[in-house]
């Protein structure tokens, strides 16, 4: 008998993996508390925007037409518990407010209330991210709740989506991690990613506190490299330097690789920053935070880009706000995603706005989110009319409707043709020759 998958929170990780899930063959069920969440998605929709996932959602959600019917969504934790072979846990870790560490309230709710309601043999898996040492615990936890005792087995296989390509990455992973305690739980997962293992994705087998590891460790890695070359833009600032040539040069380096080497106003969103905030607690909580005081560095410089942002665009202004406007192309933490949270561009467009400066933002899809969160900005239907009689034009999401913007047209709406481009994606030239001036960061004299 094929194996029946449930899926444990429905957001952008858990909607994308039900899909997928459904995509590879199975019967999927996904469970979410929130019963408007769970309308939405029965009606083929998605409470976000990601490429793909609304297609992929339609092909296969009961009751859509010409669907597979293999993906059904509830709010019923004892439907979940009869249906399921295999349990994925997908719910949200934020970050405790006021601290660094990670909120496990949402995981520990999830698996105290499906817990005592597994009375057969299955496996619940942990997707979410989580600080290690969690998964042991939370194997204590189910083992002492369950009705099946040890045949409702836990395992832990991180995720590793990166938004905007969440389908592409669940479907063809560039490798699958599993943390598991039985051959019985590996042998599951084997058949559950056996598409994937097929087309010769990596799988790698390990223990639990090292599948926890692997996504933190992915993360810190990440933000290292980014917070690095902005580092290097702060040095290129000082010295004269063009940190996007420092970056094409270094990155010809097979050792060093030229992915995630773009300077700018640094990275956002809902997983880098408070991931390594995560890390950074945990480390001291297991009494080796030495080992990551560099992380805090990281952070920091990462913060700063934003601060620096600032600063150009309020000396392109005269060194004050008061009175000026200025246009903000961006929203989103990121193009192909209308994710706001922990937003660079965001962050600015509010500091510029607090020091007075009226500022008018335009995202291709972030607008409805960057409403709920700075409900005091304005906000402009195109990027045409965000620019219309701005002072000053902040470019700080990389979306590539903005390199296509015609320079010349856009010359003709603002109030004085001077551009920053905090994201060191748009081509100077065809704005200079429009009679903008033009200013990248890190790039003082390019």
Known sequence: MSLRITVIGTGYLGATHAAAMAELGFEVLGLDVVKEKVELLSAGRVPMYEPGLEELLRKHVAGVEGSSGRLRFTTDWDEVADFGDVHFVCVNTPQKHGEYGCDMSYVDAAIDTLAPRLDRPCLVVGKSTVPVGSAARLARRLAELA????????????????????????????????????????????????????????????????????????????????????????????????????????????????????????????????????????????????????????????????????????EACGETFLGRRIAVLGAAFKPDSDDVRDSPALNVAGQIHLQGGQVTVYDPKGMENARRVFPTLSYAASAEDALRGADIVLHLTEWPEFRALDPGRLAQVVSRPHLIDGRNTLDPVPWRAAGWTFRAMGRPAA
């Open 147 to 314: 009705p099946a005792g040890a045949q409702a087995e836990l395992a832990w296989n991180p995720e590793f989506l990166r938004e905007g390509f969440a389908v592409e990455d669940t479907l063809r992973p560039d490798r699958i991690v599993v943390g598991v305690a039985s051959e019985r739980a590996e042998k599951v997962l084997r058949e559950v990613y056996a598409a994937p293992l097929d087309s010769g994705t990596p799988f790698v087998v390990a223990d639990y506190p090292t599948a926890e590891l692997v996504k933190t460790a992915a993360n810190a890695f990440l933000a290292t490299k980014i917070s690095f070359i902005n580092a290097m833009a702060e040095i290129c600032e000082a010295a004269g330097g063009d940190v996007v040539k420092l970056a094409e040069a270094i990155g010809y380096d097979d050792r060093i690789g030229k992915k995630f080497l773009r300077a700018g106003v640094g990275f956002g969103g809902g997983c880098l920053p408070k991931d390594i905030r995560a890390f950074m607690a945990r480390a001291g909580e297991l009494g080796a935070d030495q080992a990551l005081t560099f992380l805090r560095e990281v952070d920091s410089i990462n913060m700063r880009r934003r601060a620096h942002m600032v600063e150009l665009a309020r």
